[in-house]
């Protein structure tokens, strides 16, 4: 796996007012999912494509692994990084299988055995049958398969690193929600580390290990996606992340946040009440709630061991204080 970590990057555009990404210092920790958002022109496609040396900054340092990729040869760091774009850019005159295999043949060092198993595995990884979609073309194939040859493609050197640019921004809504919940399944199971552009905060929020919120090209806050619905840096994060969203608050903030009652003790008629993970969402916890008619749910950790109870009021009270802060932000700014 990778690290990758930006020191006082900096790119500056010819003629430009200001600097596209203005002395951007962040770090991504290895394995992790590192959603990059902002407005449009806030510097998150300049800040991606600087990594892969597709754009030059103009200071600064991006370190990998512990080495300045400004010191390496930018054809040699591009065959070791993923690169999934929204257009896809699949070859039409090849079929699948070579349009996956022509990364690992450009990189070299692979034999056609195994380059023919690890076709196939890919295939399966991304949930195209080998046996149906290797040898077919990609006028053959939907949107959203082509996506997910895609992905394959960028996969086929095993990179530690993957760079995603809006990779599902043209896709329908049920095919974009299919690759998100594909690319959720491959994560558990491959462990890359991921830097992905999206200008969809559900997205970003669905995604996310760390969320980098951009404007005019610093960042406002690097945080997890509970860290911006609660502790929004300024005005600006909070309205872009929805921390007045009920809906996005019930989503996304875990129950551990809302306990009723932080002492094991059971009020009466709570001693066989539904358990709960601490980690749940806020949503979850109240569907099972109203599902169940239980009065509370026992929050449980994995050893068993019971830290509260979650109850529809407990929820009802996060949601409030939560959206209490915003306003509080939103006050302050006037």
Known sequence: MSKIAFRDI???????????VDSVT????????????????AGKTTLLRMVNRLIEPTSGEIIIDGKNVLTENPIELRRRIGYVIQQ??????????ENIRVTAEVAGGWTQRRLDVRVDELLELVGLPPVEYRRRFPRELSGGQQQRVG????????????????PFGALDDI???????????????????????THDMDEAFKLGDLIAVLDEG?????????????NPANEFVARLAGADNVMRQLEFLPVSGALDREQTVPFPGWENVPECAPNASLLTAMLKLLETNAPALSVQTGNDSRVGY??????TSGITKTRNKERQLASERA
């Open 310 to 315: 979650i109850t529809l009021a407990s929820i």
């Open 88 to 97: 896809i850019g699949l070859f039409p005159h090849m079929n699948v299988a």
């Open 26 to 41: 962040f770090a991504v920790p290895e394995g992790s999912t590192c959603m990059l958002v902002g407005t449009s022109g």
């Open 151 to 166: 992905l394959a493609r960028a996969l086929a050197t095993d990179p530690a690193l993957l760079l995603m640019d809006e």
């Open 218 to 230: 610093k960042v406002a806050q690097l945080g997890s996606p509970v860290d911006l619905l609660t």
């Open 175 to 197: 095919t974009r929600t299919r690759m998100q919940d594909e690319l959720l399944q491959i994560q558990r199971n491959v462990r890359k580390t991921i830097l992905f552009v």
């Open 10 to 20: 900096t790119k500056r555009f010819p003629g430009a007012r200001r600097p596209a």
